[in-house]
C-alpha cells in the first residue's frame, strides 16, 4: 500500500473533480485525483456553455485541467477505484489493480451513466446525431428537422423545449409516452407533430443519422434525435461506504444526496459533487461545484487542525513539517513568487 496520507483523495478526474483539486491544492493541500478515464461526456465533439472553452473538445478539457492541478504540486492517477472503508483516522481506497491509498477526506466526482433504450442503432449515435440537452446541443441542430424519442412523462416537454430551437419538431411515443389532454393542446399549437408506434431504429448512413423506422409504419427522416436517458449515478463507491443512492424526483434517475452547499454526504468526511449528486449539471455547473467543495473540504480540514492546535497537538503533522510548510512560503515570498 502506498504509504503517503493525502489530505484529499478525489475519485474522479473530470471537470468537477479537476476543479476541487485545483482549489485544494492551492490552499496548499496535498491531492490525489483517482481517474479511470471514462467521462460521461467522451462521446461528444466539444463542451458548450462553458465560458471561453465553448467547442473545446472534452478530452482536451481535461487534459487542461490535468496540467493545472499539477502545477500547484496535486498529483492525478489513472486507475479505478472500486472500494472505500473507513479507518480509525483515514479512508483507505482500493483500486481494481489492488493498489491502495489513504485520504483524510474523500471526495466522489465519479459523474453518472447515461442509459438508453435498447433501439438498435441509438447508442451509436449518442453524442453525435443523439443528443439529450437543448442547451448542450440545440445550436448545433438549429433549424434541422429534429426527432425526440419518447422515454417517459418527461419527453413531451423535451419535444417542447425544442421547439425554440426549430419549427420542425417529430414527438415520436414510442409506445412510452401518453401526453395528457393539456399537453396534447400545447404540442398542436407548436405545431410539434406527434407518431404513434414503436420505434424499431435509429438509422445512420455512413455514421450519419438519418432517421427513425418504425415496427410497424414507415421510416422519418430527421437530422437529429433527442432522447431523454435515465441518469443513473456512479455510486458503487459510495454504497461502498453505506451511502445508497436515491430516486430523483423528476423521475430521471438516481443520484447520492448531499447537503445545499459543498457537497457533505451523511458520512462526516466524505463529500460528493457534480453529476453524481447533480443529475442535471452541465459541465461549467459541475466545475463550479467542484470548486465549492473544495474549499468546504478545507474549511473542513482547516476547523480539525485548529482544534489540534488548541489541544496542543499536530495531528498528522509534525513540528518540522509545519516549519517546513512555513519556510517555503516565506522564501517563495522573499522571491516575489505569488502562488
Known amino acids: 500500500m502506498d504509504t503517503t496520507r493525502y489530505d484529499v483523495v478525489?475519485?474522479?478526474?473530470?471537470?468537477?473533480?479537476?476543479?476541487?483539486?485545483?482549489?485544494?491544492?492551492?490552499?496548499?493541500?496535498?491531492?490525489?485525483?483517482?481517474?479511470?478515464g471514462t467521462p460521461r461526456n467522451a462521446p461528444a465533439a466539444g463542451v458548450h456553455g462553458f465560458l471561453s472553452r465553448d467547442g473545446l473538445n472534452p478530452r482536451e478539457l481535461l487534459s487542461i485541467g490535468?496540467?493545472?492541478?499539477?502545477s500547484y504540486g496535486g498529483t492525478v492517477l489513472d486507475g479505478d477505484a472500486v472500494s472505500a472503508r473507513r479507518t480509525p483516522s483515514d479512508f483507505e481506497i482500493t483500486l481494481e489493480d489492488s493498489r491502495r491509498f489513504l485520504g483524510r477526506r474523500l471526495l466522489v466526482t465519479t459523474g453518472l451513466t447515461d442509459e438508453l433504450p435498447p433501439i438498435p442503432g441509438l447508442g451509436e449515435q449518442w453524442g453525435k446525431?443523439?443528443?439529450?440537452?437543448?442547451?448542450?446541443?440545440?445550436?448545433?441542430?438549429?433549424?434541422?428537422?429534429?426527432?425526440?424519442?419518447?422515454?417517459?412523462?418527461?419527453?413531451t416537454n423535451q419535444a417542447l423545449m425544442f421547439r425554440q430551437w426549430s419549427p420542425e419538431i417529430t414527438l415520436f411515443?414510442?409506445?412510452?409516452?401518453?401526453?395528457?389532454?393539456?399537453?396534447?393542446?400545447?404540442?398542436?399549437?407548436r405545431s410539434v407533430?406527434?407518431?404513434?408506434?414503436?420505434v424499431a431504429s435509429v438509422d445512420a448512413v455512413d455514421g450519419v443519422l438519418t432517421g427513425v423506422t418504425?415496427?410497424?409504419?414507415?421510416?422519418?427522416?430527421?437530422?437529429?434525435?433527442?432522447?431523454?436517458?435515465?441518469?443513473?449515478?456512479?455510486?458503487?463507491?459510495?454504497?461502498?461506504?453505506?451511502?445508497?443512492?436515491?430516486v430523483h424526483p423528476s423521475g430521471a434517475g438516481r443520484f447520492i444526496e448531499t447537503d445545499a452547499v459543498g457537497g457533505a454526504t451523511a458520512i462526516p468526511g466524505v463529500y460528493a459533487a457534480g453529476n453524481v449528486t447533480n443529475l442535471m449539471a452541465q459541465v461549467i455547473t459541475a466545475a463550479s461545484e467542484g470548486v465549492m467543495a473544495g474549499a468546504r473540504i478545507n474549511a473542513d480540514l482547516i476547523d480539525e487542525e485548529t482544534r489540534w492546535a488548541v489541544e496542543g497537538r499536530f495531528g498528522p503533522f509534525s513540528a518540522a513539517s509545519e516549519a517546513a510548510v512555513s519556510n517555503m512560503v516565506l522564501g517563495e515570498r522573499a522571491h516575489g513568487i505569488a502562488r
Open 10 to 36: 478525489i475519485i474522479g478526474g473530470g471537470a468537477t473533480g479537476l476543479s476541487a483539486a485545483t482549489t485544494l491544492a492551492r490552499a496548499l493541500r496535498s491531492v490525489l485525483v483517482i481517474d479511470s
Open 66 to 70: 490535468r496540467s493545472e492541478v499539477t
Open 193 to 198: 407533430q406527434v407518431v404513434d408506434g414503436a
Open 214 to 246: 418504425l415496427r410497424v409504419g414507415p421510416q422519418f427522416s430527421v437530422a437529429a434525435l433527442a432522447v431523454g436517458s435515465r441518469m443513473e449515478a456512479r455510486s458503487a463507491l459510495l454504497e461502498s461506504l453505506g451511502l445508497p443512492s436515491q
Open 173 to 189: 411515443l414510442n409506445d412510452t409516452v401518453e401526453p395528457t389532454d393539456e399537453e396534447w393542446e400545447k404540442l398542436a399549437a
Open 129 to 155: 446525431g443523439v443528443v439529450h440537452c437543448p442547451y448542450c446541443h440545440g445550436w448545433e441542430v438549429r433549424g434541422q428537422r429534429i426527432g425526440v424519442l419518447g422515454t417517459g412523462p418527461l419527453s
